[in-house]
């Protein structure tokens, strides 16, 4: 089932996972296009026998920048366009749902928002989460990804967007320690976006996104953050891990279920937190001196 759709995955040494996300773009895509940021494993030959067309782009550190760039730049002749990451991969009653669908959506929808699902520890995390939802595929030129520190989202350009029913996968196939790394340098950056949410220290990189609205749900999502923001350090994260694994029924997911809502809504958060924590003992409210000291000590100029 070829649908005129382009989906695009943004690579760097995903030799684990380029296989199996290709085959899952392939049973709904009529183009499948990487940007790659330079892979020095076999990601690309990978992707080469298996037909996908490869491009290759600098990475700077923003997923938003180099995502708009495929936009840019690859050879897109399709209606639409699905935005993939390397380790993610689309059930089949998503597949079957999309090409039942999708021929038919009306001239004034323009994107179509999926439930994302996580796989840690080779289990399907089904208890605890609160519901992720995120528009993924858009009609091409209706849609951009905004340049946000975090949490980036596609906006349309113009109409609106649509929610089909199934879901698709986050399984990353790297071991527990990979995972540890990721989330360390990932709390810096979460830190940023919640000093932002206070202080206002960044100016918005993309001006044309406030021209836009967010889909509902990211709009939802913006603003319990917000009010995550506001709440006591330490605390809220404590707070946020109990509501998970006892409230929304995380503990029966055993010893899987223990680690992924521990280690994502307790300790991680609590990393932020301790970022926050460091970054304001140290400069108190003076933005100016919390912007230097960003600088200085996590070499990211706001």
Not at 62 to 72: I, M, P, R, T, Y
Not at 236 to 242: A, G, L, P
Not at 251 to 270: I, S, V
Not at 277 to 294: H, L, P, S, T
Request: aromatic share 14%.
């Amino acid at each position: 089932m070829k649908l005129p759709i382009s989906t695009i995955i943004l690579t760097y040494n995903e030799e684990k996972h380029i296989e199996r996300c290709i085959r899952s773009a392939q049973q709904f895509s009529e183009a499948i296009f990487l940007v790659d940021s330079f892979s020095t494993d076999q990601t690309l030959a990978i992707a080469k026998s298996l037909g996908a067309e490869v491009y290759q782009n600098k990475w700077e550190n923003n997923h938003a920048k180099q995502f708009n760039w495929g936009l840019e730049n690859l050879p897109i002749s399709t209606e639409w366009v699905f935005r993939l990451d390397a380790d993610e991969y689309l059930t089949d009653e998503l597949i079957a749902e999309i090409g039942q669908k999708l021929p038919v959506l009306a001239r004034g929808i323009s994107g179509v928002v999926f439930e994302r699902k996580m796989v840690f520890l080779d289990k399907l995390i089904t208890k605890g989460m609160l519901q992720m939802n995120m528009l993924r595929l858009f009609r091409y030129g209706q849609g951009f990804c905004e340049d946000r520190w975090m949490d980036e989202h596609i906006v349309l350009t113009q109409g609106k967007s649509i929610h089909f029913n199934d879901y698709f996968v986050d399984h990353n196939l790297n071991p527990l320690d990979w995972w540890i790394q990721k989330h360390n340098n990932y709390a810096i950056r979460e830190a940023i976006d919640l000093l932002n949410l206070e202080y206002q220290l960044v100016v918005p990189k993309t001006a044309q996104a406030k021209q836009y609205e967010l889909s509902t749900d990211a709009l939802s999502k913006r603003k319990k953050k917000e009010k995550y923001a506001h709440m006591p350090l330490f605390w809220r994260s404590f707070i946020y891990f109990v509501y998970r694994y006892f409230f929304k029924l995380g503990f029966t997911q055993g010893k899987e279920g223990f680690l992924w809502h521990f280690l994502q809504g307790w300790w991680y958060r609590t990393l932020v937190d301790a970022k926050v924590y460091e970054v304001k003992k140290a400069c108190g409210e003076d933005k100016e001196k919390i912007r230097q000291f960003i600088a200085e000590n996590y070499q990211i100029k706001l």
